[in-house]
Antibody
Framework: EVQLEQSGAEVRKPGESLKISCKGS????????IGWVRQMPGKGLEWMGI????????RYSPSFQGQVTVSADNSITTAYLQWSSLKASDTAMYYC?????????????WGQGTLVTVSS | AIRMTQSPSSFSASTGDRVTITCRAS??????LAWYQQKPGKAPKLLIY???NLQSGVPSRFSGSGSGTDFTLTISSLQSEDFATYYC?????????FGQGTKVEIK
């Protein structure tokens, strides 16, 4: 069974750094893309970026390029989303999801989400 | 970025109703469209990919159609577990973009 298990909720202050994780299991981690999607409170879904763990090829939405970093550690089948300096506007639920490439990407399995709260 | 516009944004329906949600792309996306269902407090779930392909395990009452700029998601007979928010997503162009969502509520 394909599963994506995300790390727990985080509370940070503006300017702090953060790295959240997504552990994949039940499939060959290096054979599938893993992406990240933001959902701000009460809002819709926003595609952020994606990585192919097999060769670390990484793509970003222009809206998120330079704002976040997507990475992966194949030895522990885990993908990451990180910020170097959080803003209050980064407060949101963040989902990881397994990406299926057909031209670009849609997502067939999703993690449960990680709530990030940024507040002074 | 391609803009995806769903209609309606919300509506009320009864169990057993046939419901249709529309998604329009600001430019042609061929058949590169997915539909997701999201229930409150839960992650989205893939229903349809490539405009009309039913994801494994999804009930057959869900169907999708369309190509180019206009797409539809149809639920043939609404069940209680189908009350949720539905999103379309194009993956023809970078960045992939989602519609704003359609909330299906109980009448």
């Amino acid at each position: 069974e394909v599963q994506l298990e995300q790390s727990g909720a985080e509370v940070r202050k503006p300017g702090e750094s953060l790295k959240i994780s997504c552990k994949g299991s039940g499939y060959t981690f290096t054979n599938y893309w893993i992406g990240w999607v933001r959902q701000m409170p009460g809002k819709g879904l926003e595609w952020m970026g994606i990585i192919y763990p097999g060769d670390s090829d990484t793509r970003y939405s222009p809206s998120f390029q330079g704002q976040v970093t997507v990475s992966a550690d194949n030895s522990i089948t885990t993908a990451y989303l990180q910020w170097s300096s959080l803003k209050a506007s980064d407060t949101a639920m963040y989902y990881c999801a397994r990406g299926m490439r057909s031209n670009y990407y849609y997502f067939d399995y999703w993690g449960q989400g990680t709530l990030v709260t940024v507040s002074s | 970025a391609i803009r995806m516009t769903q209609s309606p944004s919300s509506f009320s329906a009864s169990t057993g109703d046939r419901v249709t949600i529309t998604c329009r792309a600001s430019q042609g996306i061929r058949g590169y469209l997915a539909w997701y269902q999201q229930k409150p407090g839960k992650a989205p779930k893939l229903l349809i990919y490539a405009a009309s392909n039913l994801q494994s395990g999804v009930p057959s009452r869900f169907s999708g159609s369309g190509s180019g700029t206009d797409f539809t998601l149809t639920i043939s007979s609404l069940q209680s577990e189908d009350f949720a928010t539905y999103y379309c997503q194009q993956y023809d162009n970078n960045p992939p973009t989602f519609g704003q969502g359609t909330k299906v509520e109980i009448k």
